[in-house]
């Protein structure tokens, strides 16, 4: 697993990489849902929360293949308070 952050304009960047089997398309569309899991014992709750998280704050969360086989769990958020919201 490989965790990197970078800097984007007005925002910062975290990837999260690994080098497992991947996500397939027919669950990446489904992964962000509540109660979807590929997990025997999974609830199917995690990444929906921590999108939900990352949307409240402005920010946005995306699931891309790792080149190198895996995937790369990202997301991005502000670094200053959007307009019209509290100090």
Do not use: W
């Not at 975290?14 to 609830?43: Q, R, Y």
Request: with cysteine.
């Amino acid at each position: 697993m490989r965790v990197s952050t970078s800097n984007e304009q007005a925002s910062i960047r975290v990837d999260v990489a690994d080098t497992g089997p991947g996500v397939s398309e027919e669950v990446k569309e489904e992964l962000f849902e509540t109660f979807a899991t590929t997990k025997d014992t999974g609830m199917g709750v995690g990444l929906m929360i921590s999108k939900s998280i990352i949307d409240a704050h402005y920010g946005r969360m995306e699931l891309k293949p790792n080149p190198g086989g895996g995937a790369v769990f990202s997301f991005t958020l502000p670094l200053s308070a959007c307009p019209g919201s509290a100090p």
